[in-house]
């Protein structure tokens, strides 16, 4: 008999059609309707969604499990102190084991390269909840936010000024922009590069008829000229704290402020967004804590997005339903 095709994974923005991108930030915008409006479906009745974390959350963990609670199925967090993720059993078993006893695996994992073995050997999906190298999920709810705030038919043409270190969240924004044609600019102290794969798989994205692009800079300023949208992350992500001292001292200047943003030309009414947790170094609280700020309801689409993804990818096998 032919063999039954494996499970449709999701592992990074890359993952999307720019189609189908459009159509899980609508998913989120419905789902975050229904939700406000005490409506849920029980799709996930009688299922069991695995959420294996190597690392602290509170976003992704607090949002996956309430969007599993949501659509009525069972989520079941193992911490990294829980389970053998990777120790004392390699994940291959891991893998194998989870995934047949359970509906869907939601990871948060350090090497990228984890995940994509984490999801080679499942059965079930499995989902992205931030690696090294990507946080889809992150993506999913940065795109609605914009969308709640510009018009999703508006996005085109938007530009998107990233400040700080190029890290996961960075790199699955870089690709939602470039599939729904919003230009981006990214500015990091030197020697922190833009992953050249990445920033190749992002070029590629972009639709050849339309002006929109990535540039990457080293001067903030030059980043931030004519943005709409002005976004960082901390300086110093999970797993690269004893780096910490010598991040410090490379991005100093790369603070998001007002004078910033005044100093090099965004646009008047620009905004701000951060995946948060946030540090003081990477932005002012005049402007964290300011109207021009999204972050908190960046935050809680967090929710939308995950509910919108499970459907998409373990209620629906992954068809992506606009
Ligand atoms: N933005 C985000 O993923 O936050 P957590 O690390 O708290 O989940
Ligand atoms: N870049 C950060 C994001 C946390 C949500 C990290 O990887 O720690």
Request: net charge negative; with cysteine.
């Amino acid at each position: 008999p032919a063999a039954r095709p494996g499970p449709r994974h999701f592992l990074s923005i890359a993952d999307l059609s720019a189609h189908e991108l459009v159509a899980l930030v609508r998913a989120a915008q419905r789902a975050k309707d229904a939700v406000k409006a005490g409506n849920s479906v029980a799709s996930l009745a009688g299922k069991t969604v695995a959420m294996m974390f190597s690392k602290r959350s509170t976003r992704t963990r607090i949002s996956t499990e309430g969007a599993v609670v949501h659509l009525g199925g069972h989520p079941m967090f193992l911490g990294k102190e829980d389970i053998q993720l990777g120790v004392n059993e390699s994940l291959f078993d891991t893998s194998k084991v989870i995934s047949s006893m359970a509906s869907a695996m939601v990871a948060r994992v350090g090497p990228h390269q984890d995940i994509v073995d984490l999801a080679g050997a499942s059965s079930v999906p499995v989902i992205n909840a931030l690696s090294n190298a990507y946080h889809p999920m992150q993506a999913i709810a940065d795109m609605l936010t914009i969308a709640e705030v510009y018009g999703l038919s508006n996005l085109k043409g938007l530009k998107v000024a990233w400040v700080g270190d190029v890290n996961n969240v960075l790199y699955d924004l870089s690709l939602a922009c470039a599939k729904l044609d919003i230009n981006i600019s990214v500015a990091t102290p030197m020697g922190y590069t833009f992953d050249p794969t990445v920033l190749k798989l992002v070029r590629q994205c972009y639709n050849d008829l339309t002006a929109a692009a990535i540039n990457i800079f080293h001067e903030p300023e030059a980043a931030v000229e004519n943005a709409d949208i002005i976004v960082t992350d901390t300086w110093v992500s999970m797993g690269q704290e004893e780096e910490k001292l010598q991040r410090l001292k490379d991005f100093d200047g790369f603070q998001v402020t007002d004078e910033l943003a005044t100093n090099g030309g965004a646009k008047r009414d620009w905004r701000f967004m951060h995946c948060l947790p946030r540090k003081l170094e990477e932005v002012s609280d005049d402007v964290f804590y300011s109207p021009r700020s999204l972050v908190f309801q960046e935050a809680e689409n967090r929710l939308y997005a995950a509910i919108a993804t499970l459907e998409a990818f373990v209620v629906n096998n992954g068809k992506i339903l606009g």
